[in-house]
């Protein structure tokens, strides 16, 4: 089992470690094969973590006991305009998470998602909202900590929590 970790505020020189957690959110499944340039540079992705830290942004990030960053947490609000996987409309910020694999089942995911979900509640979000693909082990996850079903697309599933 990984040694403990400890979970800190994002702050904006976490930019490049979202991203890094970006890939590993598209690449979940073992031996997840798009090449790390190839999903940054993809505007579905990459929307996720472009200007980070904007002023409506928010995340965590879990560290191990030397400091180094293991998995992330964050939220975004996205635009009609631009919308996201996840999207369910204005003012509902969408989530995106990932954890390093080796850190994976050890309680990363679900302490950073409770984390996240505190913070949206006290800035005074009703719900959050993010997209899953079906066969994701982590909608297992998900549904654990409230998040149902709200629209189901080709092989992906939106979620959101209600916060209040």
């Known amino acids: 089992m990984p040694a403990p970790y400890s979970i800190r505020p994002a702050t904006q020189a976490d930019g490049a470690f979202l991203g890094d957690m970006v890939v590993e959110a598209v690449n979940w499944r073992a031996g997840g094969a798009q090449p790390k340039h190839q999903v940054v540079t993809d505007s579905h992705h990459s929307r996720y973590v472009t200007g980070w830290m904007r002023p409506s942004d928010a995340g965590f990030v879990a560290v191990d006991a030397n400091g180094a960053p293991v998995g992330a947490a ?41 984390r996240l979900c505190e913070h949206a509640r006290s800035q005074g979000f009703a719900r959050i909202s993010l997209s899953v693909e079906r066969d994701n082990f982590a909608a297992t996850l998900y549904r654990s900590e ?8 080709i092989g992906r599933d939106t979620m959101v929590k209600r916060l209040h």
Do not use: C, K, N
Request: positive net charge; without cysteine.
């Open 74 to 114: 964050w939220y975004r609000m996205l635009p009609r305009s631009d919308p996201g996987f996840g999207y369910v409309g204005t003012g509902v910020p969408e989530l995106t998470i990932g954890v390093r694999p080796i850190w994976r089942a050890h309680g990363v995911g679900r302490a950073l998602l409770q």
């Open 146 to 153: 409230g998040f149902a079903v709200t629209q189901s697309g």
